[in-house]
């Protein structure tokens, strides 16, 4: 399956990695190398510890690169009255009577507690592309959907402070 990302996610990832290559993995040699001069392997928590971080520093840099060479690049750009990526939507739920604010993004930089929604989640799938007023149904599953309706569209927050997200 590929991950739809944008030239900025590609970006950073790569920066990332270079980061990860450059720094990290240099400072969690040395750690290696320290812990394991204090003496005894089997009882060495500290040498298991330098080693867990050494390993999760790989394992990441092998994730991202994974996911650049497997990324379909999309574009970030949308027509002023529709929802886009990068975009904040204001969303009226009426089962709920609840309004929410939520910022379109791609997998990589999704976070629901944060309020940043996924293009590829039910309701970032829903919303996308429908301009203000538009009332969507958002289909969670076979058996389960909502309706939302758009209340507003703001273009002028930018993508490039969100981070990415972890594993």
């Given at each position: 399956m590929f991950?739809?990302?944008?030239?900025?996610?590609?970006?950073?990832m790569q920066e990332e990695i270079e980061y990860r290559k450059l720094v990290v993995r240099k400072e969690?040699?040395?750690?290696?190398?320290?812990a394991r001069a204090h003496?005894?392997?089997?009882?060495?928590?500290?040498?298991k510890a330098a080693k867990q971080d050494k390993n999760r520093n790989e394992s990441r840099i092998r994730y991202l690169e994974k996911m650049i060479k497997t990324a379909r690049?999309?574009?970030?750009?949308?027509?002023?009255?529709?929802?886009?990526?990068?975009?904040?939507?204001?969303?009226?739920?009426?089962?709920?009577?609840?309004?929410?604010?939520?910022k379109l993004?791609?997998?990589?930089?999704g976070?629901?507690?944060?309020?940043l929604i996924s293009i590829d989640s039910?309701?970032?799938k829903?919303?996308?592309?429908?301009?203000?007023?538009?009332?969507?149904?958002?289909?969670?599953?076979?058996?389960?959907?909502?309706?939302v309706e758009i209340r507003s569209i703001d273009k002028s927050t930018g993508g490039e402070d969100d981070k990415l997200r972890s594993f």
């Open positions: 991950d739809n990302l944008t030239k900025s996610d590609i970006e950073k969690a040699l040395e750690a290696v190398k320290e003496g005894d392997l089997s009882e060495n928590f500290e040498y690049i999309i574009s970030d750009e949308s027509k002023d009255n529709e929802v886009g990526l990068g975009d904040t939507v204001e969303i009226y739920i009426p089962d709920d009577d609840e309004t929410e604010r939520y993004v791609t997998t990589v930089r976070n629901s507690l944060q309020g039910p309701l970032g829903a919303i996308r592309r429908h301009k203000v007023g538009d009332r969507v149904h958002v289909n969670v599953d076979d058996r389960f959907g909502y309706d």
